[in-house]
């Protein structure tokens, strides 16, 4: 699901691609050494372990994605007064984040 906004999108850099592209290969790669540990029936704990690894990987994903639109695009709407539209959607993809 894609919100349709409304503003400008701030490109990310290089760096800031590559960063991020290391941390979801990363998390991929947890994901299947989760799918090997069930192949091999391993002890319950263990995966639960690896599996609570990978949500939080995951939340530090969003984490960064929210710091990075909150100093961008919410940044940006305030200064044009369209703050508090950009504030209304961010608050609505947080409760989603909560759920």
């Given at each position: 699901?894609t919100?349709?906004?409304?503003?400008?999108?701030?490109?990310?850099?290089?760096?800031?691609k590559?960063?991020?592209?290391?941390?979801?290969?990363?998390?991929?790669?947890?994901?299947?050494?989760?799918?090997?540990?069930?192949?091999?029936?391993?002890?319950?704990?263990?995966?639960?372990?690896?599996?609570?690894?990978?949500?939080?990987?995951?939340?530090?994903?969003?984490?960064?994605?929210?710091?990075?639109?909150?100093?961008?695009?919410?940044?940006?709407?305030?200064?044009?007064?369209?703050?508090?539209?950009?504030?209304?959607?961010?608050?609505?993809?947080?409760?989603q984040?909560?759920?």
């Amino acid at each position: 699901m894609t919100a349709e906004h409304k503003h400008a999108v701030t490109p990310r850099n290089t760096e800031e691609k590559d960063k991020m592209l290391k941390r979801l290969k990363r998390i991929e790669g947890q994901v299947r050494g989760i799918q090997k540990m069930i192949e091999e029936d391993r002890y319950c704990v263990d995966i639960l372990i690896q599996i609570s690894a990978i949500e939080s990987a995951l939340k530090q994903v969003g984490f960064s994605v929210t710091e990075r639109h909150m100093n961008h695009c919410v940044a940006d709407a305030i200064r044009k007064g369209e703050g508090e539209a950009s504030i209304d959607e961010l608050m609505k993809v947080l409760r989603q984040f909560g759920k």
